[in-house]
């Protein structure tokens, strides 16, 4: 059963700062690895997909890694800013086990102006 | 292009009532998940389904939960007998494909049991 991680479970920041979030999964025979983030009340906006063959994908100032072999993914944030505040949600979709996607608990993010 | 809707936004039920959670994939998506999210807990996946179909109900606890996908209308979440073990956010996702690459997500229902 793939269970994911992430640590830290809450982070506070002051806006400008760089910052790394990170995901660790039990199962290596996975798919893919997808970033989301979702706002209070909101729903889920993906951030970044990283398929199993790949090392990593950037969108702007998000830079996301993944190390299958060690069962890690890191989603760095540059240059943080107020607007970046939000709950951060690593989802591992398994090879071998259907369509779900396992989600960690999340990062809850506050970048202080 | 109105994304994946969900309604309603908030539903309150008592012990007992039934509860019905909708939602409208994005256009052009033929394939519907859910998922919930408990109080303090990661999202869980329920159900997979396309058009009158139902994929995958891996996570769907067996008894009082039903999901469907007509050939018209909204994707329905069906809960029956609601217990205040039911209160958490509800979340459906739609893709053009199998493949989750195109995961879309609606903002989700919130349905409190008193």
């Known amino acids: 059963k793939q269970e994911v991680t992430q640590i830290p479970a809450a982070l506070s920041v002051p806006e400008g700062e760089n910052l790394v979030l990170n995901c660790s999964f039990t199962d290596s025979a996975i798919y893919n690895l997808q970033w989301f983030r979702q706002d209070p009340g909101k729903g889920l906006t993906s951030l970044l997909l990283?398929?199993?063959?790949?090392r990593e994908q950037t969108s702007g100032r998000l830079n996301a890694s993944l190390d299958k072999s060690s069962g890690r993914s890191t989603l760095y944030i540059a240059a943080s800013q107020p607007g970046d505040s939000a709950t951060y949600l690593c989802a591992v979709r398994n090879s071998n086990s259907g369509y779900a996607l396992n989600f960690g608990k999340g990062t809850s993010l506050l970048v202080t102006p | 292009n109105a994304g994946v809707m969900q309604n309603p936004r908030h539903l309150v039920r008592r012990r007992g009532q039934e509860a019905r959670l909708r939602c409208s994939p994005m256009?052009?998506?033929?394939?519907v998940y859910w998922y919930r999210q408990l109080p303090e807990e990661g999202l869980k996946f329920m159900v997979y389904?396309?058009?009158?179909?139902?994929?995958?109900e891996s996570g769907m606890p067996k008894e009082r939960f039903s999901a469907e996908f007509p050939k018209e209308g909204p994707s329905i979440l069906r809960i029956q007998q609601v217990v205040r073990g039911d209160s958490a956010a509800y979340f459906c996702a739609s893709s053009p494909g199998r493949d989750v690459y195109g995961y879309t997500f609606g903002s989700g229902t919130r349905l409190t049991v008193v």
């Open positions: 389904l396309q058009k009158e179909n139902i994929i995958d």
């Open positions: 990283i398929q199993s063959s790949q």
């Open positions: 256009k052009g998506h033929s394939h």
